[in-house]
């Protein structure tokens, strides 16, 4: 019942959208975890003093996609405790949220709010979301570290937290809450991302969310550091008494050029208290470039170890590279190409002890449908390779080292 009255309450917020009252302003490509400035502003667009300031975002995100080794439903399903991603029908395997083949899924329908505090001000950031990725990043989560680490509300709230700028040099911003991850070169929503489907890392290599305080400091208009307090990799509420801890930096000298750097260390082990020992830690760098007006590189880096975590004396590492090329022929048209290779060197990750690589190549295409909303459609065609049987085909759990998928998303946005 619970569920249906949210999904009620989505589609509503959606439809009064559609109606709110034209703006010669067109919808902004969607980018980053917190809204950008050009993001509409909801006191402008409904003419009610009170909302000004508050900025406002959203989608419906859909997608189709078959699986050319023809999985078994009955088979997955028969063997879901050994798939790390968590999902009823999980027949495409080494994804994070498009996991069904040959069925029509609403992906995630998403709200996002936030009022940007001022310099001695405060603001927040809201999102409130629904559908298989909210499922899918719960039932995850609570697989791995336990069913009192999230609840409910976490299958509707994405990122929740309040923010406060103090009047120290150029403002010192502090955002406790729950926040989406900061790791890594993509996140939860699809069109945040270059490709449709997410890459190895994003699936197992980094946390989806944390819980905590993150500081934020901008030294210049080109360089920043942020320093976060976590309860741990995807932990809303603490699976123990161990806190995590992460710098950040990142350098932008130029819109075509930006580098970033993440840290994150902590014991993520289930009831197990000690601050310094039983250590994950998790590099993270990006790199993003434009050499040439409408060519785009980024490349992304991890490497990560846990202390101890096979058998109580060797330690897990998992590493590997990502890179993107995403080239603009129009203001409508933009293939994106991914290449990765994953690392898993003791199935800690995956679990299957592999090497992994993935070619995934996208057709962004924008279609205008008013001044204030876009339909993106990804159509996507992706090969995954593994050095161990790891993708099922048909009725065999596990049994090729070969996938190749076909499909498309649909991006409703506004």
Same mark, same amino acid.
């Given at each position: 019942?619970?569920?249906?009255?949210?999904?009620?309450?989505?589609?509503?917020?959606?439809?009064?959208?559609?109606?709110?009252?034209?703006?010669?302003?067109?919808?902004?490509?969607?980018?980053?975890?917190?809204?950008?400035?050009?993001?509409?502003?909801?006191?402008?667009?409904?003419?009610?003093?009170?909302?000004?300031?508050?900025?406002?975002?959203?989608?419906?995100?859909?997608?189709?996609?078959?699986?050319?080794?023809?999985?078994?439903?009955?088979?997955?399903?028969?063997?879901?405790?050994?798939?790390?991603?968590?999902?009823?029908?999980?027949?495409?395997?080494?994804?994070?949220?498009?996991?069904?083949?040959?069925?029509?899924?609403?992906?995630?329908?998403?709200?996002?709010?936030?009022?940007?505090?001022?310099?001695?001000?405060?603001?927040?950031?809201?999102?409130?979301?629904?559908?298989?990725?909210?499922?899918?990043?719960?039932?995850?989560?609570?697989?791995?570290?336990?069913?009192?680490?999230?609840?409910?509300?976490?299958?509707?709230?994405?990122?929740?937290?309040?923010?406060?700028?103090?009047?120290?040099?150029?403002?010192?911003?502090?955002?406790?809450?729950?926040?989406?991850?900061?790791?890594?070169?993509?996140?939860?929503?699809?069109?945040?991302?270059?490709?449709?489907?997410? @890459?190895?890392?994003? /699936?197992?290599?980094?946390?989806?969310?944390?819980?905590?305080?993150? !500081?934020? &400091?901008?030294?210049? *208009? %080109?360089?920043?550091?942020?320093?976060?307090?976590?309860?741990?990799?995807?932990?809303?509420?603490?699976?123990?008494?161990?806190?995590?801890?992460?710098?950040?930096?990142?350098?932008?000298?130029?819109?075509?050029?930006?580098?970033?750097?993440?840290?994150?260390?902590?014991?993520?082990?289930?009831?197990?208290?000690?601050?310094?020992?039983?250590?994950?830690?998790?590099?993270?760098?990006?790199?993003?470039?434009?050499?040439?007006?409408?060519?785009?590189?980024?490349?992304?880096?991890?490497?990560?170890?846990?202390?101890? @975590?096979?058998?109580? /004396?060797?330690?897990?590492?998992?590493?590997?590279?990502?890179?993107? !090329?995403? &080239?603009?022929?129009? *203001? %409508?048209?933009?293939?994106?190409?991914?290449?990765?290779?994953?690392?898993?060197?003791?199935?800690?990750?995956?679990?299957?002890?592999?090497?992994?690589?993935?070619?995934?190549?996208?057709?962004?295409?924008?279609?205008?449908?008013?001044?204030?909303?876009?339909?993106?459609?990804?159509?996507?065609?992706?090969?995954?390779?593994?050095?161990?049987?790891?993708?099922?085909?048909?009725?065999?759990?596990?049994?090729?080292?070969?996938?190749?998928?076909?499909?498309?998303?649909?991006?409703?946005?506004?």
């Amino acid at each position: 019942m619970a569920t249906s009255r949210v999904a009620v309450v989505v589609l509503v917020v959606f439809l009064v959208a559609l109606g709110l009252p034209s703006t010669t302003a067109r919808a902004a490509e969607v980018n980053g975890i917190f809204t950008e400035p050009a993001t509409k502003d909801l006191g402008e667009l409904t003419k009610i003093d009170f909302f000004k300031g508050f900025k406002f975002r959203g989608w419906i995100d859909t997608y189709f996609e078959g699986n050319f080794n023809n999985p078994s439903r009955s088979t997955v399903n028969t063997n879901q405790p050994l798939s790390v991603i968590k999902s009823r029908d999980l027949t495409i395997e080494g994804r994070t949220f498009d996991v069904h083949d040959r069925s029509f899924s609403l992906s995630l329908a998403e709200l996002e709010f936030e009022k940007v505090p001022d310099i001695g001000g405060v603001g927040f950031k809201l999102d409130l979301a629904y559908g298989d990725t909210m499922d899918i990043i719960v039932d995850t989560i609570k697989a791995a570290i336990g069913n009192q680490s999230v609840s409910d509300f976490d299958r509707y709230v994405q990122h929740a937290t309040i923010g406060y700028v103090a009047p120290i040099g150029k403002g010192l911003r502090f955002d406790v809450g729950k926040f989406v991850t900061h790791i890594g070169g993509e996140t939860i929503e699809s069109i945040k991302n270059n490709n449709y489907s997410h @890459a190895f890392f994003y /699936t197992y290599a980094i946390p989806f969310q944390d819980t905590g305080l993150r !500081v934020h &400091y901008d030294w210049s *208009d %080109a360089f920043y550091t942020e320093f976060y307090a976590l309860n741990g990799w995807n932990a809303t509420s603490d699976n123990n008494k161990a806190k995590t801890f992460g710098p950040s930096i990142g350098w932008s000298p130029s819109p075509k050029f930006s580098v970033f750097f993440n840290y994150l260390v902590g014991n993520e082990r289930t009831d197990d208290d000690h601050q310094f020992k039983h250590l994950r830690n998790l590099l993270d760098a990006q790199v993003n470039f434009e050499p040439v007006d409408r060519l785009n590189f980024s490349l992304n880096a991890d490497y990560a170890v846990e202390d101890g @975590a096979i058998g109580g /004396t060797k330690d897990a590492q998992w590493y590997g590279l990502t890179a993107w !090329v995403r &080239y603009r022929l129009t *203001d %409508a048209l933009e293939p994106s190409f991914r290449a990765e290779w994953y690392r898993d060197e003791d199935g800690f990750t995956t679990g299957v002890a592999q090497t992994l690589i993935g070619l995934t190549a996208t057709l962004n295409w924008k279609i205008g449908v008013g001044k204030l909303a876009n339909i993106l459609l990804r159509p996507e065609y992706r090969v995954d390779f593994s050095n161990k049987d790891f993708f099922t085909r048909r009725n065999n759990f596990r049994s090729d080292e070969i996938q190749h998928t076909i499909g498309v998303g649909a991006v409703f946005y506004f």
